[in-house]
T-cell receptor, first 117, second 114 residues
């Protein structure tokens, strides 16, 4: 069974600095999807970035980028130029691509990030 | 395009009462999900549906029921509410063209059972 581990329950960063959130996963699949979701105090779950396992190029969305290491089963999120609005819980998630899995996401327990002024 | 709409946003129930959490999506998504999120924890899957008329249990289905009579609606029923069901509930749906797009979430329902 697939598992997702986020080893940092809490992190903090100063505004304008860079922070990296860790995520590791366990799977025997060769193709899959990986996601980072953000949950600010408003509780809304927001998709931050996504990665297909067969694409070696790391995904980037503005200030958010990932370091995807397939062999190491690692999917870390880097936030550059941190802003106060980045304060949130961040969840890493895994999905097998085939519809037979009913597209269920496997979730990590989250990392609470505080951006300090 | 409203996305995924959940109602109500907040609710307080007494032990033993029942209620239905409503979830509607207007994106023609076949796959829909109900999650609960306990304080400081991740998401646990309660039930899911891969299309109208088809539902299946997730990790924590006890005390809940669902139905999927239309593509748009996926209500979650709580029977005989218990304090252990105090949580935030999220409904989500998955893009029909593939899982790569992840899920679209509703804004959540905060439920307190007293």
């Amino acid at each position: 069974a697939q598992t997702v581990t986020q080893s940092q329950p809490e992190m903090s960063v100063q505004e304008a600095e860079t922070v990296t959130l860790s995520c590791t996963y366990d799977t025997s699949e060769s193709n899959y999807y990986l996601f980072w979701y953000k949950q600010p105090p408003s509780r809304q779950m927001i998709l931050v970035i996504r990665q297909e396992a067969y694409k070696q190029q790391n995904a980037t969305e503005n200030r958010f980028s990932v370091n995807f290491q397939k062999a190491a089963k690692s999917f870390s999120l880097k936030i550059s130029d941190s802003q106060l609005g980045d304060t949130a819980m961040y969840f890493c998630a895994f999905m097998k691509p085939n519809a037979g899995n009913n597209r269920k996401l496997i979730w990590g327990l989250g990392t609470s990030l505080a951006v300090n002024p | 395009n409203a996305g995924v709409t959940q109602t109500p946003k907040f609710r307080i129930l007494k032990i033993g009462q029942s209620m239905t959490l409503q979830c509607t999506q207007d994106m023609n998504h076949n796959y829909m999900y109900w999650y609960r999120q306990d304080p400081g924890m991740g998401l646990k899957l309660i039930y899911y549906s891969v299309g109208a008329g088809i539902t299946d249990k997730g990790e924590v289905p006890n005390g809940y029921n669902v139905s999927r009579s239309t593509t748009e609606d996926f209500p979650l029923r709580l029977e005989l509410a218990a304090p252990s069901q105090t949580s935030v509930y999220f409904c989500a749906s998955s893009h029909p063209t593939g899982g790569f797009y992840g899920y679209t979430f509703g804004s959540g329902t905060r439920l307190t059972v007293v």
